[in-house]
């Protein structure tokens, strides 16, 4: 069965640090990964996606997010960390059928000034 | 572009009564989804639907209904709602190829008193 799971419930970062939440999944085949972003009071925005090909994947607002197969893990990562960057962050990975997406727990992250 | 849309934002309701959420979208997506969002525990899957008239259960569906009549709209509707429903609702629709990211709605808060 699929599973995500993000161990960081929450994370603070100074304003200009480097960030990388973490994000690990359970799939027996190929992965679809996602990461999305929630800012507070709104929906889920997509950040990024994995398919295949290129292991490390560009997405929005200067975010990246690397994929290795070996340690089933889809971590995203941000050299400079801005204070807009606040918000909670929900890793995902698509399954095959209609039921495609299943969420981890989401990483909220605070960012001092 | 208006994407997935959502009504209303807010609603407060008392112990038994019923609601409809509204969900359209203009996308054209075959896919769509009713997710509720509870603190800590991610996006749990309540129903889904691949295209009109063809709904299915998600992880946790006891305590709602859906209906598919057309492409655009996914109305979620609660009868005999209780405090355990309270929580944040999300629409979700995709265009069901394999590994699509999903479009979320900006979400409706209920409350149940």
């Known amino acids: 069965a699929q599973s995500v799971t993000q161990p960081d419930i929450h994370i603070t970062v100074s304003e200009g640090a480097s960030l990388e939440l973490r994000c690990n999944y359970s799939?027996?085949?190929?992965?679809?990964l996602f990461w999305y972003v929630q800012s507070p009071g709104q929906g889920l925005q997509l950040l990024l996606k994995?398919?295949?090909?290129?292991?490390l994947v560009q997405g929005i607002k200067g975010f990246e997010a690397e994929f290795k197969r070996s340690q089933s893990s889809f971590n995203l990562r941000k050299p400079s960390v801005h204070w807009s960057d606040a918000a909670e962050y929900f890793c995902?990975?698509?399954?095959?059928?209609?039921?495609?997406?299943?969420f981890g727990t989401g990483t909220r992250l605070t960012v001092i000034p | 572009n208006a994407g997935v849309t959502q009504t209303p934002k807010f609603r407060i309701l008392k112990i038994g009564q019923s609601m409809t959420l509204q969900c359209t979208q203009d996308?054209?997506?075959?896919?769509m989804y009713w997710y509720r969002q509870d603190p800590g525990m991610g996006l749990k899957l309540i129903y889904y639907?691949?295209?009109?008239?063809?709904?299915d259960k998600g992880e946790v569906p006891n305590g709602y209904n859906v209906s598919r009549s057309t492409t655009e709209d996914f109305p979620l509707r609660l009868e005999l709602a209780a405090p355990s429903q309270t929580s944040v609702y999300f629409c979700?629709?995709?265009?069901?190829?394999?590994?699509?990211?999903?479009?979320f709605g900006q979400g409706t808060r209920l409350t149940v008193v």
């Open positions: 979700a629709s995709n265009s069901g190829i394999r590994g699509a990211e999903a479009f």
């Open positions: 994995y398919f295949s090909g290129d292991t």
């Open positions: 799939y027996g085949a190929t992965p679809y």
């Open positions: 995902a990975v698509g399954a095959s059928g209609a039921n495609n997406l299943f």
């Open positions: 639907s691949v295209g009109a008239g063809i709904t």
């Open positions: 996308m054209n997506h075959n896919y």
